[in-house]
């Protein structure tokens, strides 16, 4: 177990872990690394919800952890780099105004990146399915394609029961199911305020679901076609 410091006030500017002196401020973020599984814990300054990071490898820590500060010096994000790679860690929200727009912003973005893959596919689809799920910590939203070769081997797999055809669970979904970056979306929302947290969901998971919706114009299909909005649990 080793505990982080990253100073929550320094000067302007974009800092690697190694190039502040957390001892010397008064204020920090504390990041609670557990070497044994590989977990990233800390407490939200702001607000007090706690935000657990897992599958952080032990070569990238603490050396990966990157700081951003803004005009004031106030700590407004930190980034976990590995190669190509880059983790939200932490972001600061001032009110809940900044956050709505920063995860609505962010949705929207992560959405046309599935609308894109999607229509690179050039599939003719027989089912597209928006799934979500939030409980308070962990969050997940994705859509799943079904074309109509697919659903045809779901209902025969079914004896010919037609409902199963509208369950996206019954797709292949290591191949068909296309997510958003939970693990930053998890992040944001917890960044923010507690009370808020929950009805931020709702917009966000709104606005992707709009968004998604947006690439049937653009794509093939069935004369059957469903787009069928989920709640994952």
């Not at 504390?30 to 300054?45: C, G, S």
């Not at 700081?67 to 700590?75: I, Q, S």
């Not at 894109?116 to 689809?125: S, V, Y």
Request: aromatic share 12%.
């Amino acid at each position: 177990m080793s505990i982080y410091k990253i100073p929550l006030k320094y000067k302007k500017g974009k800092f690697k872990f190694s190039e502040h002196d957390a001892e010397q401020s008064e204020e920090s973020l504390f990041l609670d690394y557990d070497t044994e599984y590989q977990t990233l814990t800390y407490d939200v300054p702001a607000y007090g919800n706690e935000i657990t990071i897992y599958t952080v490898p032990r070569e990238v820590m603490p050396k990966g952890l990157t700081a951003l500060y803004g005009d004031g010096g106030e700590l407004d994000k930190v980034e976990l780099i590995r190669e190509e790679r880059t983790r939200l860690i932490y972001i600061r929200f001032k009110n809940a105004e900044e956050a709505e727009k920063a995860v609505l912003k962010f949705v929207k973005e992560q959405a046309d990146r599935i609308c894109a893959e999607i229509i690179g596919r050039k599939q003719k689809l027989a089912r597209l399915f928006f799934g979500a799920f939030y409980d308070g910590a962990a969050v997940q939203m994705a859509a799943v394609t079904g074309t109509a070769e697919e659903m045809k081997a779901v209902t025969d797999y079914y004896r010919g029961d037609p409902d199963s055809a509208d369950n996206s669970g019954n797709y292949p979904l290591e191949t068909n199911m296309i997510s958003l970056d939970d693990e930053a979306l998890g992040v944001m929302l917890l960044c923010g305020s507690r009370e808020y947290k929950n009805s931020l969901f709702k917009k966000a998971q709104a606005a992707a679901e709009e968004r998604i919706k947006s690439v049937l114009d653009k794509t093939d299909k069935t004369d059957d076609f469903k787009f069928i909005s989920e709640e994952w649990d």
